[in-house]
């Protein structure tokens, strides 16, 4: 067992410094190219899905359950079989369901721009002409559902995370008292980045939020509801807790196939109430007249069913499960007895959530960079990249092999443990 | 020869309407249910591209000449191979192209929302933030640009068309003078409804115009680039004028393969100087990671080349050809002589543009729609849906069979022609 990083003396700090300065010129020498930032499938999960490309292979599958050809113009909302099944994946009926192209980060923004333009429903005014417009953004998170607030220039207000979901005292505190507090950003299950998964009475608390602001939405990011690859974990269905009650209208669900089939070709969907789809159909019917649907009936053809989808999804957890767990092996390795690091085991998504030592993320960060090892950018996980601790480093585990992995977090760990070393001695 | 409407006695006329009445209710008795208001192609011609289904049937077809695999994250301008073909098809450089997804009505609303919200370029305040922003609409035009400006509140100013593009007197002293007229909508080649292609003088003048707002843009749409089905007509190339001068970054281009291979599943693209492509790539990057380059890459290998396009559009051709020749045939059978319609005859494009005894293009749309044939609606082709003379109706020979269209037209002929005894008897 290491020595614990805040019990050395002075004289073992500067040596462990010494030690791993060495350590990190040799493999600065080495000259490496890795990278742990890229969050996205890997060829071997995208080969699993090769029957993707021939599921469709004639136009007379092209005639939908409703009888229309899907070949032409047409259904905005989209193809009946993809409603249903969607329908079916997400827990709801598929007249709340609209399918649409190939990004459910498009259609994030997309339903955040209606909101800021045109308001969260008829006879809503716009969040834009209401002035501030705040969002309460759960951190560490998704980056780019920050980037969507600062492009729309709505200030962020980071809430904490539990470990089993966003502090909701904090949250039902600054919704009921602040009319400018219209949204709450959510990645309900495999958090992206701290890998939780939100338990039954943080669902609950937010379906029942009282908000000051009577155009309150939730952005309900359900991008890993299928991607485990531990123990399964079940999140709850947030609108078996609005239905029926005045939150009924309180809730977007976002979900896709990118990381189910191909990421980035895959149908991205939208369940909500039907005011809530109706409206978004009033105004998509000006920006669209359709989404890919030859794309969804293939995408469609090819899932088939629910427990087709879990299936498949095994296939990619076969995948990932070693990664993930070489990745824990490695910093079990590297970090145990030091005190100076903390990291998520998560039992699916896409990240692990790596703490290393207060205020060093930046150093490390930038002594990966220096070694020719690309991490995700120190502070990205925050609203403004602006992590309070300057701790916190998202772990792409997925798209590397695992030789290149292994690799990789020995580079990792060694410029974290420097830039730890460097920081207790006041070196920067 | 019939004799014109007008030089006839209340007598005759009244002898006519009744005549024309009793028609009319003979086909109303009849009970048919035809739809001249489809401007979306045929199955026939939807079959054409059968063999797009297995143009991509393999992994191995998704590596991109630079490498890319495009079945992962990533290349938000597109895939390179696109981007070379939309180049050429266009007459630009690959690194002027940006290919999207599935719907160039989305690029153009994008495109549009990017303007109001952020502006046309880096340090440019955005349209909303400046207040007025007017556009420019060439009428009769295509509803769907009219929708965008409704939707965001932009004033639009109609622009009468020449037959060959829009008056340029008009539009030189309109933009000349008001900095608060930020935008012109072009079809510029056979124009959605009236089917004229802008001459060499006209796209000219286009590029060449001074206007007062130094933000200003024009939204070429290049619908029907390929579109021919008569004496191929050939429109200049924009950029060919814009280029090197104070006017580079003033237009955008659009163009897709919806009215190629499927509609609503094909490729859409926008070409732009370079600054416009990057500005719009940067905002675009936190809406989308990427379009769908699977089907990118699919249309690629299907459509091959710019030669083997014109080659698969001489299909489309064979099959609009006749169906407009059918139209305009029992046109001429049904107004000849009788001095109340006039109608556009096109090289190409989708559509007819049918002037009627002004005043009558309300009734006469109600007549038809009341005896079950769907037209589109009166006034669709203006601004805030105003025919200033109630006139223009656009017809769609495209969808429907020759048999459904010959009996469309000649419902439609007598709806109009009862119309126009109506109205010269002033009966209403």
Not at 123 to 152: N, T, V
Not at 370 to 397: H, Q, V
Request: glycine letters at 6%; hydrophobic letters at 35%; one cysteine or more.
């Amino acid at each position: 067992m290491a020595k614990q990083y805040s019990e050395m003396s002075k004289a073992e700090l500067s040596q462990l410094n010494s030690e791993l300065q060495k350590q990190y010129d040799e493999i600065v020498e080495s000259g490496i190219s890795l990278d742990l930032s890229r969050g996205k499938p890997s060829k071997e999960q995208l080969d699993l899905s090769e029957e993707l490309f021939t599921a469709l292979n004639s136009s007379s599958q092209c005639i939908s359950s409703t009888g229309f050809d899907v070949r032409n113009y047409g259904l905005l909302q989209g193809v009946e079989e993809a409603r249903q099944l969607f329908g079916q994946l997400l827990g709801v009926p598929a007249e709340n369901i609209l399918v649409g192209g190939n990004s459910s980060l498009t259609m994030q923004y997309d339903a955040f721009a209606r909101c800021m333009l045109f308001g969260v429903g008829e006879h809503r005014m716009s969040w834009m002409k209401q002035g501030d417009a705040k969002i309460l953004c759960p951190a560490p998170g998704y980056d780019r559902h920050f980037a969507i607030c600062e492009e729309f220039r709505t200030p962020m207000i980071p809430v904490r995370l539990t470990g089993h979901g966003p502090d909701m005292d904090q949250v039902e505190e600054l919704v009921a008292n602040d009319p400018t507090i219209k949204g709450l950003y959510c990645v309900p299950k495999y958090s992206n980045p701290t890998g939780e998964t939100y338990d039954e009475k943080t669902v609950r608390r937010i379906a029942e939020l009282k908000p000051a602001a009577k155009d309150f939405r939730v952005f309900w990011d359900n991008a890993y509801l299928y991607h485990d690859f531990g123990k399964v974990t079940e999140v709850a269905n947030i609108f078996d807790y609005t239905n029926g009650t005045e939150n009924e209208d309180m809730v977007y669900e976002f979900f896709s196939t990118s990381k189910i089939t191909f990421p980035g070709s895959g149908v991205a969907v939208m369940a909500s109430s039907k005011a809530n789809i109706d409206f978004a159909i009033k105004h998509m019917s000006v920006q669209s007249i359709n989404a890919d649907k030859v794309n969804q009936m293939r995408q469609v053809l090819y899932l088939k069913s629910p427990e087709n989808v879990r299936e498949h999804m095994k296939k990619h957890a076969a995948i990932l499960k070693p990664k993930f767990e070489l990745v824990e092996q490695k910093f079990h390795e590297a970090f145990d007895g030091t005190g100076i690091a903390t990291w998520t085991e998560p039992d699916g998504g896409y990240f692990i959530s790596l703490d290393i030592f207060p205020n060093t993320a930046k150093t490390t960060f930038n002594l990966c960079k220096a070694a020719g090892l690309k991490i995700t950018g120190a502070g990205a996980t925050f609203p403004y990249k602006k992590d309070p601790d300057s701790k916190n480093l998202r772990i792409c585990p997925s798209y590397a092999s695992a030789e290149d992995l292994a690799k990789a977090c020995d580079v990792l760990a060694v410029c974290a443990k420097l830039a730890a070393t460097r920081r207790l001695l006041e070196l920067e």
